[in-house]
């Protein structure tokens, strides 16, 4: 609304192809913002999702920056997880933990603050502690029955963090937990409890298409 209308036209549609594309295209949704940012590098909405574009193509320096940028516009602290779990793509785990005891984290909604926990268990990891990941995890969002859009993500992250622990049998069951709250398909739930159950999935069209390679292969009479 802080632009003249035909360039706030064409800076809104650039940020409608990156939301479109960001998850199936991450490169090309990051060249979009860039146009974006270049159009309008003084709205912070315009810097969330260059943020958002560069942090899904690994670049989380670049994400951080204008992350940053965003924050210092807005004053908002719901970037705060997405900015900790930067640090962390930038080898800095210790500096997510940081974040995690900041004031900022008791500002955050529901499912800010479960998003700073799993940032944090993940740095926790990240750090070898894997143990204290375990712990960090632990949470009345995790043990409550209620589904969230957090849940799977949660169950899944306790899932995977009790298997590296060698705790196959709870692991199994926090990959099933996560599956049930898993209704949108946002983990790959289900792959791992098969792979914990011994269960091998055919693709049945590479099988057909290797059995005719064969028989072509075959010497006729």
């Not at 289900?190 to 999935?201: C, I, K, N, P, T």
Request: aromatic share 6%.
């Amino acid at each position: 609304m802080s632009l003249p209308k035909t360039l706030a036209e064409d800076v809104a549609k650039n940020l409608v192809m990156v939301a479109n594309l960001i998850d199936e295209d991450p490169e090309k949704a990051y060249a979009y913002s860039r146009i974006a940012l270049r159009l309008a590098s003084r709205v912070a909405a315009v810097r969330e999702a260059a943020g958002f574009a560069a942090y899904a193509t690994q670049k989380y320096a670049e994400a951080l920056a204008e992350f940053r940028a965003a924050r210092r516009m807005t004053g908002s602290v719901e970037l705060w997880p997405v900015m900790a779990d930067c640090e962390r793509g930038l080898g800095r785990p210790e500096r997510a933990m940081a974040m995690a005891g900041e004031p900022e984290v008791q500002k955050l909604d529901k499912a800010g603050q479960v998003e700073m926990r799993l940032v944090a268990a993940g740095a926790r990891r990240d750090m070898g502690q894997l143990d204290a990941a375990i712990v960090t995890l632990q949470s009345p969002e995790l043990a409550s029955n209620s589904v969230q859009p957090w849940t799977a993500r949660l169950r899944y992250a306790y899932a995977d963090a009790l298997l590296e622990a060698g705790r196959e049998d709870e692991a199994r069951e926090w990959f099933a937990k996560a599956l049930e709250a898993d209704k949108d398909g946002s983990t790959d739930a289900s792959d791992r409890l098969a792979e914990l159950d011994g269960v091998e999935f055919v693709d049945a069209a590479a099988e057909e298409h290797d059995e005719e390679a064969e028989a072509d292969d075959e010497p006729r009479d």
